[in-house]
């Protein structure tokens, strides 16, 4: 079992930056590969970034490529991200994801997930 609370969420402007954080419980944290993803109210939650147990595979979406950069600290069981050039489009709620495969941009590959974190960002 893994518990994963995210934090670091808020309301910034446009061309803003924000660092997410998800904390792991669980000393296997390292076997994990980590996912984030976000959600519009009325719209499906949809994959922002992942990162492999050991951080060497790291996948983005198109969207975001460029802009946000995932890391993990692994003797902290902690997974980042990093959020720059913020856009009104990026308004959303953010969760990570613990996955005991490969990282995927899959929702249906991840195993655990946080409650979520709101990150609006206005124009």
């Known amino acids: 079992q893994v518990q994963l609370v995210e934090s670091g969420g808020g309301l910034v402007q446009t061309g803003d930056s924000l660092r997410l954080s998800c904390a792991a419980s669980?000393?296997?944290?390292?076997?994990?590969?980590m996912g984030w993803f976000r959600q519009v109210p009325g719209k499906e939650r949809e994959f922002v970034a992942g990162?492999?147990?050991?951080?060497?595979?790291?996948l983005y979406a198109n969207s975001v490529k460029g802009r946000f950069a995932i890391s993990r600290d692994n003797a902290n069981y902690t997974v980042y991200l990093q959020m720059t050039s913020l856009k009104p489009e990026d308004t959303a709620a953010y969760y990570c994801?613990?996955?005991?495969?490969?990282?995927?941009?899959?929702?249906?590959?991840?195993?655990?997930w946080g409650q979520g974190t709101q990150v609006t960002v206005s124009s």
């Open positions: 990162i492999s147990g050991g951080g060497s595979t790291i």
């Open positions: 994801a613990a996955s005991r495969a490969s990282v995927d941009p899959a929702q249906k590959m991840y195993h655990y």
């Open positions: 669980g000393r296997t944290f390292s076997s994990y590969a």
